[in-house]
Antibody, heavy 114, light 108 residues
Framework: QVRLVQSGAEVKKPGASVKVSCKAS????????MHWVRQAPGQGLEWMGI????????TYPQKFQGRVTMTRDTSTSTVYMEMTSLRSEDTAVYYC???????WGQGTTVTVSS | EIVLTQSPGTLSLSPGERATLSCRAS???????LIWYQQKPGQAPRLLIY???SRATGIPDRFSGSGSGTDFTLTISRLEPEDFAVYYC?????????FGQGTKVEIK
């Protein structure tokens, strides 16, 4: 079946970087865009950007430009989301989601704390 | 950036009642590219409706979406116990894609 499996929880100090992975299976990896969405504790959903697994091109909202990079590895059907200069406000659950959001990863909790 | 405003913030209803959720956009959503999701505590969102009115695979027909331009509605015709959750709209017609802040449907 179609699955997205994300990497495990991370605890980081302010100013550090984090890289979260999302491994796809059960479908043609390059056929669907992948989105990243985050959710701070008790808050709503926030769109972080989109990557085309076929060509590798990515688009980010202005809020994340320069701090977030999305990449992919077609040999392992995996997309990555790296965020730099972490601050406490980045503490959240980070999700990858296929296309319109018919399939989601299980979420990766990133905690930023000194 | 298109701002999506959902109302009400919380809807208190009883099982069997009808729920009507609103999502209003600050400007017209291209091609009515609007999605509705359901999210339960500790879970990832679940796709309900895309293209404003098309039900996703496996979604019961008590869920329906309508609207166009700047005003969209999610209707749950008769609430089942499993429908009490938070609902989000998202527009994917222009970049950056954006989410509404959510409507919580709670048991009265």
């Amino acid at each position: 079946q179609v699955r997205l499996v994300q990497s495990g929880a991370e605890v980081k100090k302010p100013g550090a970087s984090v890289k979260v992975s999302c491994k796809a299976s059960g479908y043609t990896f390059t056929s669907s865009y992948m989105h990243w969405v985050r959710q701070a504790p008790g808050q709503g959903l926030e769109w972080m950007g989109i990557i085309d697994p076929s060509g590798g091109g990515a688009t980010y909202p202005q809020k994340f430009q320069g701090r977030v990079t999305m990449t992919r590895d077609t040999s392992t059907s995996t997309v990555y989301m790296e965020m730099t200069s972490l601050r406490s406000e980045d503490t959240a659950v980070y999700y990858c989601a296929r296309g319109l959001g018919d399939v989601w990863g299980q979420g990766t909790t990133v905690t930023v704390s000194s | 950036e298109i701002v999506l405003t959902q109302s009400p913030g919380t809807l208190s209803l009883s099982p069997g009642e009808r729920a009507t959720l609103s999502c209003r956009a600050s400007q017209s959503v291209n091609s009515n590219y609007l999605i509705w999701y359901q999210q339960k505590p500790g879970q990832a969102p679940r796709l309900l409706i895309y293209g404003a009115s098309s039900r996703a695979t496996g979604i019961p027909d008590r869920f329906s979406g309508s609207g166009s331009g700047t005003d969209f509605t999610l209707t749950i015709s008769r609430l089942e116990p499993e429908d009490f959750a938070v609902y989000y709209c998202r527009q994917y017609g222009s970049s950056p894609q954006t989410f509404g802040q959510g409507t919580k449907v709670e048991i009265k």
